[in-house]
């Protein structure tokens, strides 16, 4: 099967993402613990921040597994997953999950 550029393409794409939302995350769950103590509400504020961390992480899973082309269905998780890491998520997610879906029978 000859390779196209879709996969690698793809997997970048869900790596930026990835990266963008443990940044992301980290950000929010830093200033949550800074906020939650003037708020009095116990850490609330940061859960949104260990969310978009995990967000991130299969996002680069995903991304590293389409660069290598294993585990189609890892790698489709991790660009939908992507999706919710807005703005950056949002766009490249939706590049990759297309770009991943037209080069599924590359993957092994």
């Known amino acids: 099967m000859e390779r196209t550029?879709?996969?690698?393409?793809a997997g970048?794409?869900?790596?930026?993402?990835?990266?963008?939302?443990v940044g992301m995350g980290a950000w929010v769950t830093a200033w949550g613990g800074i906020m939650s103590p003037l708020a009095e509400v116990g850490g609330v504020y940061a859960l949104p921040g260990i969310g978009a961390i995990g967000l991130g992480i299969?996002?680069?899973?995903?991304?590293?597994?389409?660069l290598r082309r294993k585990v189609w269905g890892l790698v489709l998780t991790g660009t939908i997953l992507a999706l919710p890491l807005f703005p950056i998520g949002t766009v490249l997610g939706i590049?990759?999950?297309?770009?991943?879906?037209?080069?599924?029978?590359?993957f092994g």
């Open 5 to 9: 550029w879709k996969p690698t393409t």
């Open 12 to 21: 970048i794409l869900t790596i930026i993402s990835g990266c963008y939302g």
């Open 58 to 66: 299969v996002a680069l899973v995903g991304g590293v597994y389409a």
């Open 95 to 106: 590049l990759a999950t297309i770009l991943v879906s037209l080069g599924k029978k590359e």
